[in-house]
């Protein structure tokens, strides 16, 4: 199968999403390490994501976990390099890269520290 390659401006992004956290920090520097987000304080008890000069996401402190409430996809470059600074920075693997169709590519998805899953999508085949 031929590589299919991402467009550059659509790479760690996600259109937006709001992920609940007990712990803000911790959260906000785990998406940081493995997408290379730049995080912001935006009032209390809220932050915002920023990727390549687009805001892309908020992250809050939430009263009571909702496991699963949200699912987001996140389209990265190397599926299986992002899995590997996920499982670096505290995170679990769910699923490994599966195929989604020949012309769609292939999805993954981890378990950050607090529990929120959250999958990667990305149209290029493996290294």
Known sequence: MSELPDQPDTLDLYGWVEIGTADLDA????????FGWEIAPFGDGYAVATSHGRQVGGFYRWAEPIPDGIRVYVTVADVEATLSRVVGNGGTVEHERTPIAPERGWWADFRDPAGTLVGITTTNAPA
């Open 27 to 34: 959260t906000t520097t785990f998406y940081s390490a493995v």
